[in-house]
């Protein structure tokens, strides 16, 4: 079954520190991963895909296909980078969307 | 301005009413999408529609109905029949399957029974 993990509902680092939001996957096909994310009072939006091997804002994150991961990481925290996140799935010659059931990220000051 | 418009941003019901949820969209995407976000479950895939006159049930497609009649339209009815209807429904755009992948979403509306 497809299927997106994120096991931690709340993460809270100081600032400065670093986060890793973790994401694994179950998908037998070929998949395409995203993180989405939601600031507060703000539409959800792409924060970056695997695909495109792209550092936004400081974030990257790596496909593992052995160990079936998508963690995002940053090495060092801002406070504005508090907000929900969400890790996604899809797979090519497909229209269907899974998304994992989100992080909130808190950065402390 | 190009988007996705979802309306009501709130909308209130009594019990065994049906309602509609609007979801607009002007970036000429094929595909779109109606998910609903509850607390500590995520997103989850209600309906999508890769194409006019053309929609697939998602995850939970029970009590709710859809149509797309027109390419930037997808209108989300929630019936009498969905058991636990309060909650925040967001609807989603995507150019489609030669596109880059990413997800446009609208602001949401806030569906409260009472």
């Known amino acids: 079954a497809q299927r997106v993990t994120q096991p931690e509902k709340l993460l809270s680092v100081f600032k400065g520190a670093p986060v890793e939001l973790k994401c694994n996957y179950s998908y037998s096909g070929s998949p395409e991963l995203f993180w989405y994310v939601q600031y507060s009072r703000q539409r959800l939006q792409l924060l970056l895909r695997?695909?495109s091997r792209e550092s936004i804002k400081g974030f990257t994150a790596d496909l593992n296909k052995g160990e079936t991961s998508f963690h995002l990481k940053k090495p060092f925290a801002q406070e504005e980078d508090s907000a929900m996140y969400y890790c996604a799935l899809t797979s090519s010659g497909t229209y269907k969307y899974i998304f994992g059931t989100g992080t909130r990220l808190k950065v402390l000051a | 301005d190009g988007g996705i418009t979802q309306s009501p941003k709130y909308l209130f019901r009594k019990e065994g009413q049906n309602v509609t949820l609007s979801c607009e969209q002007n970036?000429?995407?094929?595909?779109m999408y109606w998910y609903r976000q509850d607390p500590g479950q995520g997103l989850r895939l209600i309906y999508y529609s890769q194409i006019v006159n053309d929609f697939q049930k998602g995850d939970i497609a029970e009590g709710y109905s859809v149509s797309r009649e027109k390419k930037e339209s997808f209108p989300l009815t929630v019936t009498s029949a969905q058991k636990n209807p309060t909650a925040f429904y967001l609807c989603a755009s995507s150019a489609g399957l030669l596109s880059t992948g990413e997800l446009f979403f609208g602001e949401g509306s806030r569906l409260t029974v009472l």
């Open positions: 970036l000429n995407h094929d595909a």
């Open positions: 695997h695909i």
